[in-house]
């Protein structure tokens, strides 16, 4: 079954950076729009980020508008999240996933091919 890879959380202090990747495991990559959700502990999964199969057109949750950039690669076969300035409110697993279905780019059900996540903590 396919599905995607998440890589790059770690640790890092109020202010620092960190750049997560999206792969695609079981095929290669596709040119489908993707996105970023995070879900912090006890919250609903939400939406962070969300790039066209081009990568032309991007737009990000207001939570993390001038602080994170997606961005994607189709010749790697891979997707990012440049994430700056990181705040403690921050911190969640975060999950990239192809969007392969209708409905808004910010509604999680629109997603497929979940990965398993990767844990992002700040600390303050």
């Known amino acids: 079954q396919v599905h995607m890879v998440e890589s790059g959380g770690g640790l890092v202090q109020a202010g620092g950076s960190l750049k997560l990747s999206c792969a695609a495991s079981?095929?290669?990559?596709?040119?489908?729009?993707m996105g970023w959700f995070r879900q912090a502990p006890g919250k609903e999964r939400e939406f962070v980020a969300f790039?066209?199969?081009?990568?032309?057109?991007?737009y990000y949750g207001d939570s993390v508008k001038g602080r994170f950039t997606i961005s994607r690669d189709n010749a790697k076969n891979t997707m990012y999240l440049q994430m700056n300035n990181l705040k403690p409110e921050d911190t969640a697993v975060y999950y990239c996933a192809e969007k392969r279905r209708g409905g808004s780019s910010t509604w999680a059900p629109a997603y497929d091919s979940w990965g398993q996540g990767t844990q992002v903590t700040v600390s303050s």
């Open positions: 790039i066209s199969g081009t990568g032309g057109v991007t």
């Open positions: 079981g095929r290669a990559f596709s040119t489908l729009p």
